[in-house]
């Protein structure tokens, strides 16, 4: 059986940082992908998703550290539906993608959108905690917009 979800998309609000009873680090993230396509009568569609994420131990504190509003990220993990209790005692459910691995994506000088790319440097996490740190080389082209509505000029994306 197959639980695997990928994602690229632009975080809709700064990472939040919480510790678990155990002090175990947890950020959570929301993040947003859209898509676009042309309905039967020939309309133009735009189509914001947006997923919920938790990102654990060391990589979830580079996520709150290094990450912000609007900053394009990568992320690889699966689903998980957990169940909890609101206010009036009620049975709630959430599910969220359980991250084992963030990848930043911002390229140098990409600060407008997100968080600065620590000197052009790509950050890489396993779920391990561990960092592998690649430099840009002189190959990397410039891979067009992140989402559709970047490319027509019509960012309606809230944030």
């Known amino acids: 059986?197959?639980?695997?979800?990928?994602?690229?998309?632009?975080?809709?609000?700064?990472?939040?940082?919480?510790?678990?009873?155990?002090g175990?680090?947890?950020?959570?993230?929301r993040i947003a992908t859209d898509e676009s396509y042309t309905d039967r009568d020939g309309n133009k569609v735009e189509r914001t998703?947006?997923?919920?994420v938790a990102?654990?131990?060391?990589?979830?504190?580079?996520?709150?550290?290094?990450?912000?509003?609007?900053?394009l990220v990568y992320v690889e993990g699966s689903l998980q539906t957990r169940k909890w209790q609101d206010q009036q005692g009620q049975d709630r459910y959430t599910t969220e993608v359980k991250a084992?691995?963030?990848?930043?994506l911002d390229r140098k000088g990409d600060v407008q959108r997100g968080a600065p790319s620590e000197s052009g440097r790509n950050w890489n996490q396993n779920a391990g905690g561990q960092t592998k740190q690649s430099s840009y080389g002189p190959d990397d082209s410039d891979l067009g917009p992140a989402f559709p509505s970047e490319a027509s000029g019509m960012d309606d994306v809230p944030f």
């Open 49 to 52: 998703e947006w997923h919920s």
């Open 55 to 71: 990102v654990f131990q060391r990589q979830a504190e580079n996520c709150a550290t290094y990450l912000s509003k609007g900053s």
């Open 100 to 104: 084992q691995r963030v990848q930043f």
């Open 1 to 22: 059986m197959l639980n695997k979800v990928m994602l690229i998309g632009r975080l809709g609000r700064d990472p939040e940082l919480r510790y678990a009873q155990n």
């Open 24 to 29: 175990s680090p947890i950020c959570n993230l």
